[in-house]
């Protein structure tokens, strides 16, 4: 079964999955609303900036982050003039590098809901008196509601299955920045089989029934409203 | 009070450029062909066009000027688009609490808008399986629940079949007699607009071309509606009596009497008839030996020139305008010219609805 140090990987783990999900869904959805509805023409940067992490090796991004969170980098050094630590290594530094790595599996989906939201309601809400505001919370959100899942399934799930960046800058200490994927991985450098096999098996049980909890809401929230 | 307009516009294929007034009481219709600027005027009204210049005042209210631009929400009008724009993730009574809910005053309840578009069995119901006729009626209950000043319909029967436009027309007819709400009505049906409207504003190409009561602009010589093949004026009448030996039923308006075939109507009640300006036929003299039964005497207001054998003459019958069209030769020999009082024969009048 699971020895204590396991448990406390998959302690860190959630807690850094959700953490991250809950940052990137108040950071992301402002900006993918004003992705999916703005017409400057410097769109496309913001748009490729987001999706970088899509495509960029995880150490690429991790090496990076390492220096910019060490005690010489800006974020490192501003945190220690702040009268903090430098943030590589911590549990902070690692939902820093979350937020990032897991953004475009957040800001994707819901630009997509957004965009798919047609004009005519928004107009129709703005018509019976609904002030922009009121607008987004009463019919924007509910009708991005697919979005919403997708987004939080997609952002949790890849924060939990990441590994380079947070071995990179996470430092893997066991009960401080020690999440399952690299916990798995020590277990099979050390040829533990039965620890990784509980793991493994864990996560991927974890991921499929997110998934499926995923496309069975939407289908019934799409057969609903179509 | 009034609605003061005086908007500019700029697209790349498209212009409009608008400077007329509405009176705040019965239906207006706006009319012309598509591409007109119809919707992107109502559109403005609305405060839906954020890059329209120009001013427009409500009552002694400013909505739109160099300084000012009331946005949508804060002005109090309700909007019935044409494909109703209903919430698909709220129910019908969803869709309704949701302009209650937000209305600053409450002219009509809840009751009374269900009522009177007859919705109260679908309130219940999910706006996604209901017909356009009646996601139109839900529309219309929700435009009324956020008790606007005024309403604005854009094509509301665009979309619909014979049968469901037949439906919904009372509804319209309705909002000015029973709720006593003005309303701007955009359609490119004249139809509809001989049915509804009691003014007309005439958009062609994002100007306008002339704007006045129906029946002015529908008999206006000098605007293409007088001058098109179908061209028609539309007399309001009352129903006085049915006579059930002919099944005829007889109408009374300002300028004389019409008889029509039976139709199931109760007497005492306001309709409206058209009579198509190719119908018209004018003689010196009624005939006692004829088979046409609608004679109007009428005075010769204007004649224009339509075609090379064409005339066309706008009569007055009362307060009634009629217009004919009759050849050039006839016009000549029966020395039709403004002033001359004349006899009318028209040869069929038909029920607008």
Known sequence: MLHEADLSALWITLQLASLTTVILLLVGTPLAWWLAR?????????EAVVALPLVLPPTVLGFYLLIALGPYGPVGGLSMALGGKPLAFTFTGLVIGSVLYSLPFVVQPLQDAFTAISKQFLEAAATLRASPLDTFFSVIIPLARPGFLTATVLGFAHTVGEF?????????IPGRTQVLSIAIYDHVENLEYVQAHWLAGGLLLLSFLMLVAVYTFNRRFMVVNL | MSIEVNFQLKRRNFSLEVQTAFPESGITALFGPSGGGKTTLLRCIAGLEPSVRGHLRVGDTVWQDERVFVPPHKRPIGYVFQGAALFPHLSVRGNLDFALKRASTRRISFDEAVAFTGIGHLLERRTTNLSGGERQRVALARALLSSPKFLLMDEPLAALDRESKAQLMPYIEQLHE??????????????????????????????????????????????????????????????????????????????????????????????????????VSLVWQPSEHTSILNVIPVVVKEVSVLNSAQVLVRLRAANTLLLARITQKSAAALDVVPGREMYAQVKSVSLID
Request: glycine residues 10%; charged residues 20%.
């Open chain 2, 178 to 279: 029973t709720l006593s709400i003005p309303v701007l009505y955009v359609s490119h049906s004249i139809e509809e607009v001989a049915h509804l409207a009691d003014r007309m504003v005439l958009l062609f190409n994002g100007r306008v071309q002339g704007s006045g009561l129906i029946s002015e602009m529908l008999t206006s010589l000098s605007l293409p509606l007088a001058r098109s093949d179908n061209a028609v004026s539309v007399i309001e009448a009352t129903v006085v009596e049915h006579d059930d030996n002919y099944h005829l039923t007889c109408l009374r308006f300002d300028g004389g009497e019409i008889l029509l075939p039976r139709e199931d109507l109760s007497i005492g009640k306001s309709v409206r008839v058209g009579v198509h300006a190719r119908d």
């Open chain 1, 164 to 172: 380079g960046v947070v071995l990179m800058i996470g430092g893997n």
């Open chain 1, 38 to 46: 703005t017409r400057w023409r410097g769109k496309p940067l913001v």
